[in-house]
């Protein structure tokens, strides 16, 4: 009986797809949902990508994870300038949340007074 799967080192799980395009697991499924990726199903029903394809959609896409990083650097700037997380986020059309996230992974976050966190400032003492 011929094997219908292509060798496993050519699959890819959701995880390494969404380390690959910068995302979270949950967005991979929803885009496998939506058709924009197409999964092999596992017999354990497990979503697998095919390397080449997920290869070729990240080509197509240019550089997913250099605009991300560019995106966070000039955020961080616009947040270090003043700007609240609100302001930031309106600027990139992202969500308050998301981008809260991400300025959290490059810079210190004020509090609501516009100081540093006590625990930040403790830490200075």
Same mark, same amino acid.
């Not at 929803?30 to 979503?47: D, N, Q, S, Y």
């Not at 059309?93 to 981008?99: I, Q």
């Given at each position: 009986? #011929? ?10 799980? #959701? ?8 995302? =979270? ?7 496998? =949902? ?8 596992? #017999? ?6 095919? =390397? ?11 550089? #997913?994870?250099?605009? &991300? ?7 961080? =700037? ?26 959290? &992974? ?20």
């Amino acid at each position: 009986m #011929p094997n219908e799967y292509p060798d496993t080192d050519d699959l890819l799980t #959701p995880r390494e797809v969404a380390e690959l395009f910068g995302v =979270r697991t949950t967005t991979i499924a929803r885009w496998a =949902r939506a058709g924009r990726l197409k999964p092999l199903r596992t #017999p354990g029903g497990h979503r697998r990508y095919n =390397r080449e394809a997920i290869q070729r959609l990240a080509a197509e896409e240019g550089r #997913p994870n250099e605009a &991300r990083r560019q995106l966070a650097e000039d955020a961080a =700037r616009l947040y270090n300038q003043g700007w609240n997380i609100r302001q930031v986020a309106a600027r990139f059309d992202c969500n308050y949340g998301v981008m809260r996230r991400i300025l959290k &992974r490059h810079v210190t976050l004020r509090t609501r007074g516009g100081t540093q966190t006590d625990i930040d400032q403790e830490d200075r003492s």
